[in-house]
């Protein structure tokens, strides 16, 4: 068997005329055949099924090079599709003169590499240079090895879709496999393991894992859990786009900078199907793709990403800041930034709890999403994640069924969203309606409505729930500590003066900066913080703005 490190990269070439497809690849394995695998397919969809078998098989696909003119999809959607599977290879857009318009605006939809004009000959003055430069960038990238993860599980099982979910966050290739189909139990005997002690993780070098913790997921997976040094500039706890921003900014400005998530970065906004509101991406992108482009550029600049940690307490020793681990480790710097975030709060109903993880899912949940082929799903929720998630699981979803308690979604969605919602026929909206029940066997099979004006009951078939029930901040590790609304949200800057007094302990003859928590030189960004926009281009700014105040701060030390 090849090992994986033997493996050549892939360069594929799509292109529709088989003239052309013959020459570009005549072209490149002339220069790169002996290093790379040189591949062709002759339509968009083609060339994806060729990227989804890469990407099962662990292949690394180095770049892309597609011709923009190509029926039923251009070279600009198959690209754009092709990020979500193969988010490192870099992109050419194959053009002709009349098209570079069209290559240009490309720039800013798929983060367009380059792009060439035919014909490109010859190849040694207009290829090959350009191929050579994007195959060196393509190398000395920060990015793991894709190679195949498997898991074995039980359908309905919570700790199963934890996991999976675990490595899709993280951007983790796997192949999820049941423990009751033939190959599943083929895996398990090899492992020497047995059903009761699913999930079983593989790691690509055959290593197993039976019923890991994220922690030893994430050392078995190449992910680093242990800060490399004990002393820092910045630590940032939380890894959503206020905490990933601050950590670009932070490093990219030459401060030592840590930044340390429980499970992976993006944070809620990971989770989002596709964001169409961020400034500079007028045809949206997903909160996979934005998570993963800010986590390489936080790398980029020298920012160290710490993943499966807990972080259960923060403490003062003179001018040090220190955050504890639950395992009882800990890290100290300088300065601190506070963005974890929120979480969706726990729903009431009976039976809820019961089946979370088994057909009921807090957030987007998108490793199940593939399971909700021509069912009916249920959302509840009115606010922009659950309208993006609607919209996502309607191309799949036989219907779609957003369940809210106000009596319209203006109120809580942008107007882009409703709109959307509005056109898409398998999507119905129910307003002042809630789940009251919920029951089933082994998994979630039915949910019972109340519509709260006509005062009427229905129980409804239901496989899948998903819940996006407003947030919460988990800040309860920090009571005592830093000063807190009555919903738990942390307070900073002038929202700590009141009526001219400074917070309880405050000893700098200095008010706190406007970022700044009742403890000085720990701050706060994001959706965490009492009274913030909640949205993610706000939260990007704060964590730069959280950056430059700790400039400020340690300035003055």
């Known amino acids: 068997m090849t090992s994986p490190a033997a493996v050549k990269p892939v360069i594929l070439s799509v292109d529709d005329d088989p003239g052309v497809s013959r020459a570009v690849v005549r072209d490149l394995r002339r220069r790169y055949g002996a290093d790379y695998r040189i591949m062709r397919a002759d339509s968009g969809d083609s060339a994806l099924e060729v ?170 997976v190449g992910l680093s859990t242990d800060p490399s040094g004990e002393f820092y500039d910045l630590i940032v706890i939380g890894g959503g786009p206020a905490g990933l921003g601050a950590a670009v900014y932070g490093a990219s400005e030459g401060l030592r900078t840590v930044l340390v998530e429980r499970t992976a970065t993006g944070g809620q906004a990971g989770q989002s199907s596709r964001i169409e509101n961020y400034l500079g991406f007028p045809d949206g992108l997903s909160g996979a793709q934005l998570a993963d482009r800010a986590r390489r550029q936080a790398v980029k600049f020298g920012a160290e990403l710490i993943t499966a940690r807990e972080v259960v307490g923060l403490e003062v020793c003179g001018s040090a800041r220190r955050v504890l681990f639950g395992d009882g480790s800990c890290v100290s710097a300088h300065s601190v930034l506070i963005a974890t975030g929120v979480n969706y709060r726990h729903h009431p109903a009976p039976g809820v709890d019961d089946f979370t993880g088994r057909g009921v899912y807090y957030g987007s949940a998108m490793t199940e999403a593939a399971d909700c082929a021509d069912r009916d799903v249920y959302i509840v929720g009115g606010a922009n994640s659950a309208g993006q998630a609607a919209v996502f699981l309607s191309r799949q979803a036989g219907s779609v069924h957003i369940l809210v308690r106000g009596a319209s979604l203006e109120q809580s969605m942008s107007h882009y969203l409703i709109q959307q919602i509005e056109a898409i026929p398998n999507i119905k909206v129910h307003t002042d309606t809630e789940v009251i029940a919920a029951d089933g066997s082994d998994h979630l099979e039915r949910i019972v409505l109340r519509n709260n004006v006509a005062g009427t009951e229905e129980k409804v078939g239901a496989e899948r729930l998903f819940l996006f029930i407003g947030a919460a901040p988990e800040t309860d590790w920090l009571d005592g500590l830093l000063v807190r609304d009555e919903a738990g949200y942390l307070l900073a800057g002038p929202d700590l003066v009141v009526d001219g007094a400074r917070p309880p302990g405050w000893e700098l003859s200095r008010a706190p900066h406007h970022l700044e928590t009742s403890i000085p030189g720990v701050f706060v960004a994001g959706d965490v913080r009492s009274e913030s926009a909640k949205r993610v281009a706000s939260a990007v700014g704060e964590g730069a703005m959280a950056v430059m105040l700790v400039h400020r701060y340690l300035a003055k030390q």
């Open 51 to 220: 990227l989804r078998e890469l990407k099962l098989r662990g292949q690394p696909v180095a770049v892309l090079i597609a011709d923009y003119r190509m029926p039923g999809m251009d070279g600009i959607q198959f690209l754009e599709h092709a990020i979500d599977l193969h988010p490192y290879a870099r992109r050419v857009l194959l053009t002709a003169y009349a098209d570079t318009n069209a290559a240009i605006d490309a720039i800013n939809v798929v983060d367009l590499d380059h792009y060439l004009l035919k014909p490109w000959d010859p190849p040694e003055e207009k290829l090959y240079p350009v191929v050579d430069a994007l195959l060196e960038s393509w190398r000395g990238d920060d990015r793991r090895p894709v190679h195949e993860t498997k898991i074995i599980g039980h359908r309905w099982s919570a700790r199963g879709s934890e996991v999976r979910e675990f490595l899709a966050r993280n951007q983790l290739p796997y192949r999820w496999y049941l423990a009751d189909d033939p190959e599943g139990r083929r895996l398990l005997e090899a492992a020497g393991a047995d059903p009761e002690q699913c999930p079983v993780v593989i790691d690509p070098s055959g290593n197993v894992l039976l019923s890991p913790s994220d922690s030893e997921l994430a050392g078995c």
